[in-house]
């Protein structure tokens, strides 16, 4: 990355230690001479004291004082000539004692190569170039109270040496304190970087809604607080959103079944409206004619009364088969869950309805006698059952046989309902189990159907959540549905 972390400490670390060594090699260059050459007059203001006490006091060739002197020069790297009014050599330090004579002279008389520093009534102190070896020297000369003449110097070159010795070692050292600079900072910068990074693609993957990601890298430091904070603050994002979807789902869901009870509302009362129009008008064309007497023979009477007592019987049934589908597709109905013998509920059924099979003329075959145990709500099983059987009965024809089976397979018992007579066309399967649908309406109404019965068996299987169905034979139609055995 161009403008990573890394790259930013390493050049800020590398950047900053060379800095450091340039301004320091600049620095040692332009002032140490400086530094160097104030300390020097300090030292030759020093070493004049002792000699001008030594001169005054006659002491300056007795032992304890020279000894004292001559350890500071040589400590300092001073060369001193003392020499009186006559051209004697007072004192020296240095062997060849007609060269420092000369020198002295020299700086009396020409001054064309001296740079004056410092200037007082009983010295000089000054900058001056040695024409014999062309040799810079830091030079102090003058007088004494009593007559006497001297001179003191210190090589300047030795200090310019030292400067550029020092900076050869400072740019060696420098090199090297940049390599190791380079590394330490190339460690530590991956040392934070990586949590950083890391933080980086979790944050990524959070944006993303990947809450499974996690920091790792742990650490007691700030990004490890910080990476704490982010593992806390997406297990908090993922039970936000979780939350959020689990009440958006309720809420889509509470829309629909508003939506789905409002449009079976209006459904429920235009299909209502529609199979009692024809019963009541029945039922008040009946009751206007045994008003007005159009038939006054009891026959006529008695057929009329049958018939509106027919009617009302039909419409009944049909608002109490509403009343329970209503309640079944609104979830009002409460389901009881417990273990019976299917096969005797099976035996229940037919046997109470004898009568209409003797009326139909219908062979009914269950053999089935060993009882078979199954899961479910026995009353809602027991209309399944019965409404299987009257559609039945109800389109029964041809041989005129309804068979009745129980098959046990993988823990589930599927029982099967099947009548001879004509299939039922395959562009109307897929409707029957709608209220209000009728294939035949005119056989429909012959019977005092009212397209319901297999609404309720729909809405039963699927409070229990089994499978049921419908299938066309060549020689009938067989109903079927399933239920647990364990």
Not at 190 to 212: G, H, N, V
Not at 258 to 279: A, D, I, Q, W, Y
Not at 322 to 350: C, H, K, M, P, Y
Request: charge should be negative.
């Amino acid at each position: 990355m161009k403008y990573s972390i890394k790259r930013q400490m390493m050049t800020v670390f590398v950047g900053l230690i060379l800095f450091m060594i340039v301004v320091f090699m600049i620095v040692n260059g332009s002032f140490l001479e400086k530094y160097y050459i104030s300390n020097k007059k300090s030292e030759f203001i020093k070493a004049y004291t002792m000699v001008q006490e030594g001169v005054e006091n006659g002491t300056i060739n007795s032992e304890t004082p020279e000894k004292d002197l001559g350890r500071f020069t040589e400590k300092n790297n001073i060369s001193i000539a003392v020499i009186d009014s006559e051209y004697n050599v007072v004192y020296t330090n240095v062997r060849e004692k007609q060269m420092m004579v000369v020198q002295l002279f020299g700086y009396l008389y020409d001054k064309s190569h001296q740079e004056v520093l410092e200037k007082t009534d009983s010295y000089d102190i000054c900058k001056s170039v040695d024409p014999q070896n062309n040799t810079e020297y830091l030079t102090m000369w003058g007088n004494f109270d009593n007559g006497d003449i001297f001179i003191m110097r210190s090589p300047l070159e030795s200090i310019r040496s030292a400067v550029t010795i020092f900076n050869r070692f400072i740019g060696v050292v420098g090199g090297c304190v940049i390599l190791v600079s380079v590394l330490l900072a190339w460690y530590f910068s991956k040392r934070i970087t990586e949590p950083i990074m890391e933080l980086a693609t979790l944050s990524q993957k959070m944006a993303d809604l990947d809450f499974d990601a996690k920091y790792t890298s742990g650490g007691s430091n700030e990004i490890g607080v910080l990476g704490e904070n982010f593992n806390r603050m997406s297990e908090r994002l993922e039970q936000t959103i979780s939350n959020l979807k689990e009440a958006n789902y309720k809420l889509q869901k509470d829309i629909e079944q508003k939506e789905k009870r409002e449009n079976m509302r209006s459904e429920f009362l235009g299909n209502v409206s529609h199979e009692l129009k024809t019963p009541i008008a029945l039922i008040q064309g009946y009751a206007e004619g045994l008003k007005e007497g159009v038939n006054d023979d009891p026959e006529s009477r008695e057929f009329y009364c049958e018939v509106i007592m027919d009617e009302a019987g039909k419409m009944n049934r049909m608002v109490k088969n509403l009343l329970a589908l209503n309640q079944l597709e609104f979830g009002q109905d409460d389901v009881q869950f417990e273990r019976f013998d299917i096969t005797s509920l099976i035996s229940g059924v037919l046997q109470s309805l004898d009568i209409l099979i003797e009326q139909k003329e219908a062979q009914v075959i269950f053999r089935h006698k060993n009882p078979v145990y199954v899961w479910a709500d026995e009353f809602k099983v027991e209309q399944v059952v019965r409404n299987y059987v009257n559609n039945a009965l109800n389109h029964v024809d041809g041989e005129k046989v309804i068979e009745i089976k129980i098959t046990q397979e993988n823990d589930m018992a599927k029982i099967t309902v099947f009548n001879t007579g004509t299939p039922i066309p395959e562009e109307d399967l897929p409707h029957i189990w709608e209220k209000f649908y009728k294939v035949d309406k005119a056989r429909t109404r012959e019977y005092g159907g009212n397209g319901i019965g297999l609404s309720i068996v729909k809405a039963i299987m699927d409070s229990f959540g089994k499978g049921y169905g419908a299938i066309n034979h060549t020689n009938g139609v067989e109903f079927w549905f399933e239920l647990d055995m364990k």
